[in-house]
């Protein structure tokens, strides 16, 4: 059986430390997950590191593990940030979703010209919660130590002005004429894929964001709901990097 993993708080572990897990993750652990003394569990702190250990006692609200590994993941030589359009219903919160099954390491929020949905300034907070809560959600489920961060909404204007800030900006639009595939990774930095909404990335936006230093690629010869295309793109990115490490 595939060990839990929860979130907690702790600094510079060593093994035969016990560490307790508390408030709303330890809630979860004992009343929702049923984890029981003897079982072993994963404890990450979100920034990359975890341990693993039995879990010694529990009462309604907590649990006390003993650490018998440290464990690690080493920073990325490559950053990847999705800058993900809003769109209707769950589609946008698939994406966070998946984009954290698969290793982002970042997701900017895109208010885009054509997204139907607006985070309007009185419910923006809720609506980054959410999302939030559906990134550490997932890396719970996929195992990961390190939870991507989810930045406050942007602008396409205060989108292109993080471009610069990039080694790497890629503008997923179908009109694009280079393949996402044909591109060269750099060897360290933030790669940013922008990903449209579902009335796709705007004439203008993409104007302003290739003036900015990003490079328009398309994924495919159809095109991709918004809630797959970041999921491509990047699983594509990964291959390349594989690749071109060996």
Do not use: C, N, Y
């Not at 708080?9 to 004992?30: K, N, S």
């Not at 006390?64 to 359009?85: C, G, H, N, W, Y």
């Not at 698939?94 to 208010?111: F, H, K, M, N, S």
């Amino acid at each position: 059986m595939t060990e839990a993993l929860f979130l907690a708080e702790f600094e510079d572990p060593q093994v035969g430390d016990e560490i307790t897990l508390a408030g709303d993750e330890g809630r979860h652990a004992v009343a929702v997950r049923r984890i029981a003394v003897g079982e072993t569990i994963l404890l990450a702190d979100g920034a990359g590191a975890a341990v693993r250990g039995p879990v010694l006692s529990t009462d309604k609200a907590s649990l006390v593990m003993r650490v018998e590994d440290v464990l690690s993941t080493p920073a990325p030589r490559l950053r990847f940030i999705a800058a993900q359009a809003l769109a209707k219903g769950d589609r946008a919160e698939l994406a966070v979703e998946v984009l954290t099954e698969l290793g982002i390491d970042e997701v900017v929020p895109w208010q885009a010209s054509r997204s139907i949905v607006k985070w309007v300034p009185d419910r923006a907070e809720r609506h980054l919660a959410r999302w939030r809560s559906v990134a550490r959600a997932a890396t719970k489920q996929s195992r990961r130590f390190r939870v991507p961060v989810v930045t406050v909404p942007m602008s396409t204007r205060e989108l292109a002005l993080r471009v610069p800030e990039t080694a790497l900006t890629l503008v997923l639009h179908e009109g694009a004429e280079r393949a996402l595939t044909s591109v060269t990774l750099p060897d360290a930095g933030d790669v940013m894929l922008v990903v449209g909404p579902e009335g796709g990335v705007a004439p203008d936006e993409l104007e302003a964001l290739v003036e900015a230093g990003g490079v328009a690629v398309k994924l495919s010869d159809g095109v991709l709901r918004t809630s797959t295309a970041g999921v491509v793109a990047l699983a594509q990115l990964q291959a390349i990097e594989q690749l071109t490490a060996r």
